[in-house]
């Protein structure tokens, strides 16, 4: 049958209904084509919603490892709450803050070695701004970049405030690795002690980061250590100093 003998042949039988049998005969005979309609549009307007917000340029970049989160983090409103807390445009800026990165000292399993993929590509394109995780694992994430020096870069007298206030301080000791050198067995590079310096703040009693539901970055039933680091090389070190004081109030 043609196209326009088709549909002059459902114009008929519309003819003769009420508005309310126009409306089961079109849903009962339209409905899969109008529901993929809706579904066609939904999607194209959710990627062009990811597509405008994935444009705006990042305030803060934060990398939470091994947390405790739901899956993908979507319950946590941490990014948002920071940003309205320093009246940040979020029709301007976003923050980046990434939940699903799982890493662990032995490093053998698909997924820690995808967790370090990832902490290596951030460091490398000089994206991440502030790293938090288990101290156990956090040495871990530091050999593919570094921890920046909070006695330098923290305003003066606020590393002393937070040991005040109960946050203790997380010492890093340095790897300065031989790049001329031949890897071991295990593929790891020799490497000597360095400095050692206050490069992160434990962060378990902070309120904003721990919380007894998925809404929060880490349960307060964890047994681990957690600390909060901020990038050797953080793009925005400005306001990752300002999230250490926003998670730490």
């Given at each position: 049958m043609a196209v326009s003998d088709e549909i002059r042949e459902q114009t008929n039988k519309l003819k003769d209904m009420n508005n309310k049998q126009k409306c089961e005969y079109i849903w009962t005979y339209y409905k899969w084509w109008i529901l993929g309609t809706i579904g066609a549009i939904a999607f194209v307007i959710s990627l062009a919603s990811a597509i405008?917000?994935?444009?705006?340029?990042?305030?803060?970049?934060?990398?939470?490892?091994?947390?405790?989160?739901?899956?993908?983090?979507?319950?946590?409103?941490?990014?948002?709450?920071?940003?309205?807390?320093?009246?940040?445009d979020e029709g301007e800026y976003r923050a980046s803050f990434d939940y699903t990165t799982y890493l662990d000292n032995n490093g053998g399993n698909q997924q820690s070695v995808a967790?370090?993929?990832?902490?290596?590509?951030?460091?490398?394109?000089?994206?991440?701004?502030?790293?938090?995780?288990?101290?156990?694992?956090?040495?871990?994430?530091?050999?593919?970049?570094?921890?920046?020096?909070?006695?330098?870069?923290?305003?003066?007298?606020?590393?002393?405030?937070?040991?005040?206030?109960?946050?203790?301080?997380?010492?890093?000791?340095e790897k300065i690795y031989d790049d001329d050198a031949a890897p071991d067995s295990e593929g790891k590079l020799p490497f000597t002690y360095g400095e050692k310096y206050i490069g992160g703040i434990y962060i378990n009693n902070s309120k904003k980061l721990f919380g007894e539901d998925s809404r929060y970055p880490y349960n307060t039933a964890l047994e681990d250590k957690v600390v909060l680091a901020i990038a050797w090389n953080s793009p925005h070190l400005e306001h990752a100093i300002q999230f250490l004081d926003y998670v730490t109030k």
């Amino acid at each position: 049958m043609a196209v326009s003998d088709e549909i002059r042949e459902q114009t008929n039988k519309l003819k003769d209904m009420n508005n309310k049998q126009k409306c089961e005969y079109i849903w009962t005979y339209y409905k899969w084509w109008i529901l993929g309609t809706i579904g066609a549009i939904a999607f194209v307007i959710s990627l062009a919603s990811a597509i405008i917000k994935n444009s705006k340029p990042i305030y803060l970049d934060v990398m939470f490892l091994n947390s405790t989160a739901n899956e993908q983090g979507d319950l946590c409103t941490l990014d948002t709450d920071f940003l309205k807390e320093y009246n940040v445009d979020e029709g301007e800026y976003r923050a980046s803050f990434d939940y699903t990165t799982y890493l662990d000292n032995n490093g053998g399993n698909q997924q820690s070695v995808a967790g370090q993929v990832k902490v290596v590509s951030k460091y490398q394109a000089e994206e991440l701004d502030v790293i938090c995780g288990p101290d156990e694992v956090l040495s871990e994430a530091a050999d593919v970049g570094g921890y920046a020096k909070l006695e330098e870069v923290l305003p003066e007298g606020m590393l002393e405030e937070l040991i005040n206030k109960g946050y203790e301080p997380y010492y890093y000791t340095e790897k300065i690795y031989d790049d001329d050198a031949a890897p071991d067995s295990e593929g790891k590079l020799p490497f000597t002690y360095g400095e050692k310096y206050i490069g992160g703040i434990y962060i378990n009693n902070s309120k904003k980061l721990f919380g007894e539901d998925s809404r929060y970055p880490y349960n307060t039933a964890l047994e681990d250590k957690v600390v909060l680091a901020i990038a050797w090389n953080s793009p925005h070190l400005e306001h990752a100093i300002q999230f250490l004081d926003y998670v730490t109030k």
